[in-house]
T-cell receptor
Framework: DAGITQSPRHKVTETGTPVTLRCHQTENHRYMYWYRQDPGHGLRLIHYSYGVKDTDKGEVSDGYSVSRSKTEDFLLTLESATSSQTSVYFC?????????????FGPGTRLTVT | AQKVTQAQTEISVVEKEDVTLDCVYETRDTTYYLFWYKQPPSGELVFLIRRNSFDEQNEISGRYSWNFQKSTSSFNFTITASQVVDSAVYFCALSEATNFGNEKLTFGTGTRLTIIP
């Protein structure tokens, strides 16, 4: 158990509304990631963070923003949700303290944009 | 750009059969890492293995084994004597170093494995 929680776990929202997903970790890991999972695409990186207030874009960052004001929390915001952002969103963490650098994933958030 | 190809979209085998999941990757990096993750029907992602590009030795963990061949850019995963609990989607992934000390992962599209009792 890597101590990662995501909230909400399920959300239905309307097109055009802002949505914020939260990832919370309890083990003080430095690196955090947001992925989305879609059929036929596997998992694709949206944004990642390498420290408090330090973030960078991933492969599919358009329409998303992130913030990390505390080590334990990494927020993903859909500024104006669209139907193409209907997906399952996973948060992940990794640690430079780990010799193997594997990423551990949260339970996921299923988001539906109607 | 890095790429991971899992050409097998779905595989079904009868319980106790052996099954191999293929993974082919593309990268220009000389140092990289390869991963396998399992996603059972419950939806969580479970880390299985991480292998660095300098270690081509095969790895075995119980009924699971991995064959890494740089010459063919492949990192295949074999389950021996499959069981119903092995039914899941399996993802292969390739790392890419960032300037910040961490790695980004590029995932394949996954292989859905169904074990028939």
């Amino acid at each position: 158990d890597a101590g990662i929680t995501q909230s909400p776990r399920h959300k239905v929202t309307e097109t055009g509304t802002p949505v914020t997903l939260r990832c919370h970790q309890t083990e003080n890991h430095r690196y955090m990631y947001w992925y989305r999972q879609d059929p036929g695409h596997g998992l694709r990186l949206i944004h990642y963070s390498y420290g408090v207030k330090d973030t960078d874009k991933g492969e599919v960052s358009d329409g998303y923003s992130v913030s990390r004001s505390k080590t334990e929390d990494f927020l993903l915001t859909l500024e104006s949700a669209t139907s193409s952002q209907t997906s399952v969103y996973f948060c992940a963490i990794s640690s430079s303290d780990s010799p193997t650098y594997e990423q551990y994933f949260g339970p996921g958030t299923r988001l539906t944009v109607t | 750009a890095q790429k991971v190809t899992q050409a097998q979209t779905e595989i079904s085998v009868v319980e106790k059969e052996d099954v191999t999941l293929d993974c082919v990757y593309e990268t220009r990096d000389t140092t990289y890492y390869l991963f396998w993750y399992k996603q059972p029907p419950s939806g969580e992602l479970v880390f299985l293995i991480r292998r660095n590009s300098f270690d081509e030795q095969n790895e075995i963990s119980g009924r699971y084994s991995w064959n890494f061949q740089k010459s063919t850019s492949s990192f295949n995963f074999t389950i021996t004597a499959s069981q119903v609990v092995d039914s899941a989607v399996y993802f292969c992934a390739l790392s890419e170093a960032t300037n910040f000390g961490n790695e980004k992962l590029t995932f394949g599209t996954g292989t859905r494995l169904t074990i028939i009792p």
